[in-house]
């Protein structure tokens, strides 16, 4: 088996992490370059990252994500904000996300014309629909920063378990601007992986 296939059975849904043991800052730092480096929509790159080192920080959190003692026994919680209104060309965002690219008024004219047309087709322009668009998008950049952090024998725990608009208030955001998405526990496991369940390739995959 493969290294990147065996940290994939390694990686489970950690919901202890050891207090004691802490995720060495280079090695976090290679995990966040891993979520910079990873793949978004129009390439939009719509998601910020907070990370929460201190205990205070993560204590202060913990109480909004229904009490789970994931938020503060993790080395780092990673609270994964989206930006909203800004990604609705056209707005200065968008513009500087293109002109980084090519600084030309008719490319990003053309931008704009092409992801507008998309937003309207797919019925994302109006803010609940764009709050669920930016929210996959971080889901992505987690994936990414999920499978590295366990192809480093490091372990995770998604968290949706939380009280969004209070979580929301705690960091001081405005909703239309930015909303929170998902937050990630990354440490080292507390207690060993329980057994792990899941449907068969052939009740997953259909071939046509």
């Known amino acids: 088996m493969n290294r990147f296939l065996e940290s994939i059975y390694f ?82 965002y968008t513009k500087q996300s293109t002109f980084r690219r090519k600084p030309d008024l008719g490319a990003y004219q053309a931008f704009c014309d092409r992801l507008g047309g998309y937003l309207r087709e797919r019925g994302l322009d109006s803010y609940e629909s764009l709050s669920h ?20 024998q490091i372990d995770t725990c998604y968290i949706e378990g939380y009280e969004k608009k209070a979580v929301e208030e705690l960091y ?8 929170v998405s998902l937050i990630v526990c990354f440490g080292y496991r507390g207690k060993e992986q329980q057994q792990r369940y899941r449907i068969s390739l052939d009740d997953l995959v259909e071939y046509r």
Request: charged share 25%.
């Open 11 to 92: 990686r489970h849904s950690c919901k202890l992490f050891d207090e004691d043991k802490k995720i060495p800052k280079e090695v976090f730092d290679e995990i966040l370059e891993v979520g910079r480096l990873s793949p978004s929509s129009f390439g939009l790159e719509p998601t910020r990252l907070l990370v929460l080192r201190s205990d205070e920080a993560k204590a202060a959190l913990r109480p909004l994500c229904w009490n789970q003692p994931q938020i503060t026994s993790a080395s780092e919680v990673v609270v994964f904000k989206s930006l909203q209104n800004d990604l609705v060309p056209p707005s200065n």
């Open 133 to 152: 668009w930016s929210a996959k998008q971080a889901y992505i950049m987690a994936t990414y920063m999920v499978a590295y952090a366990s192809y480093l």
């Open 172 to 179: 001081g955001l405005d909703p239309f601007k930015e909303q």
